[in-house]
């Protein structure tokens, strides 16, 4: 299907982007380290069960173990446990508009890392047009300027530097050892689970089960889906986008939240669609060199034209 990408690449935003909710609602009754656990334990399950089943699971792939665990690392335990901390401190909009920041660091990592990603004029503009439409989103000069937390801030920046550094480790050590998806979601998210069930303090956690909303949202928003279905659409972006254009993913989260806000009694007016319009030119901005190479682009505009 020539249109997968495109459709992954949307998908893969919109859930990434109801996380947030999510957290939030857990957060009431979690610690950021239980979440993630938990987050982490449901997301395994499932795709452990289809990489059973498709034979994907090899024993050579071992001799990678290391890869693994920086990649366990980077997308997983300290990407969850830093959003899962910031958006405990912030407000959901400063912590969803932050989280946008991530292709930032995923170009300047590119640059530095891989020699066939160039920081030209398009995904400058692209990457200048999305941070203002961010900024925009979390409107920091507006309000009460405590309601910024430095230490959320701070977690939400950290976060976003582990992820975007994901996308280009993965595209560098881990993608040309040819493992299928489901076997490379199934190492990083098992390693993660080994790692965090040694340091999370589980006194408390069952208290989710109190609230039905937020028990469904941990197990299917963050675990199922946010999780387990994320790396496998995460891992076919890179492999058949680049880490670049698969980080753009990240500018559609900050407008999922606003759209979730309305849902929920939040006022939307002209300030928050010019933003909103910003951080789409965004992602067509830094799409556009992809679409000019041998390389497929999942925004690639003679694709867009056809549909």
Same mark, same amino acid.
């Given at each position: 299907m020539k249109y997968l990408p495109l459709m992954a690449f949307w998908l893969l935003g919109i859930v990434w982007g109801s996380n947030f909710i999510y957290m939030k609602m857990a957060a009431e009754y979690l610690s950021p380290l239980q979440i993630v656990f938990l987050r982490v334990a449901f997301g395994f399950a499932p795709v452990f069960i289809y990489a059973y089943f498709l034979g994907v699971l090899k024993r050579s792939h071992f001799k990678h173990l290391p890869h693994f665990v920086v990649m366990s690392l980077l997308a997983t335990s300290v990407y969850y446990f830093s959003f899962a901390k910031g958006a405990s401190l912030l407000p959901s909009g400063i912590a969803g508009a932050l989280s946008g920041t991530i292709p930032l660091f995923a170009l300047l990592f590119s640059v530095l890392f891989l020699a066939e990603e160039k920081a030209n004029l398009m995904r400058v503009l692209g990457l200048l047009s999305g941070l203002t439409g961010v900024v925009l989103i979390a409107k920091p000069f507006a309000g009460d300027i405590g309601a910024t937390n430095l230490e959320g801030v701070l977690y939400m920046t950290l976060g976003s530097i582990s992820v975007g550094a994901s996308f280009i480790y993965a595209k560098r050590y881990v993608l040309p050892?040819? /493992?299928?998806?489901?076997?490379?979601?199934?190492?990083? #998210?098992? %390693?993660?689970? &080994?790692? @965090?069930?040694?340091?999370?303090?589980?006194?408390?956690?069952?208290?989710?089960?109190?609230?039905?909303?937020?028990?469904l949202g941990l197990i299917i928003g963050?675990?199922?889906?946010?999780?387990?279905?994320?790396?496998?659409?995460?891992?076919?972006?890179?492999?058949?986008?680049?880490?670049?254009?698969?980080?753009?993913?990240?500018?559609?989260?900050?407008?999922?939240?606003?759209?979730?806000?309305?849902?929920?009694?939040?006022? /939307?007016?002209?300030?928050?669609?010019?933003?909103?319009? #910003?951080? %789409?030119?965004? &992602?067509? @901005?830094?799409?556009?060199k992809q679409a000019s190479e041998s390389e497929p682009s999942v925004l690639k505009g003679k694709h867009l034209r056809e549909s």
């Open positions: 050892l040819n /493992i299928p998806a489901a076997a490379l979601t199934t190492y990083q #998210l098992a %390693l993660s689970l &080994i790692m @965090l069930s040694i340091i999370t303090p589980f006194e408390g956690i069952e208290q989710i089960t109190g609230d039905l909303h937020a028990s963050l675990g199922l889906l946010g999780t387990g279905l994320a790396y496998l659409i995460y891992y076919f972006i890179i492999a058949k986008s680049g880490p670049v254009v698969a980080s753009s993913v990240t500018y559609i989260p900050p407008v999922v939240a606003l759209v979730i806000g309305a849902f929920l009694g939040e006022a /939307i007016g002209l300030y928050e669609v010019f933003a909103t319009a #910003l951080i %789409l030119v965004a &992602i067509l @901005l830094i799409n556009k």
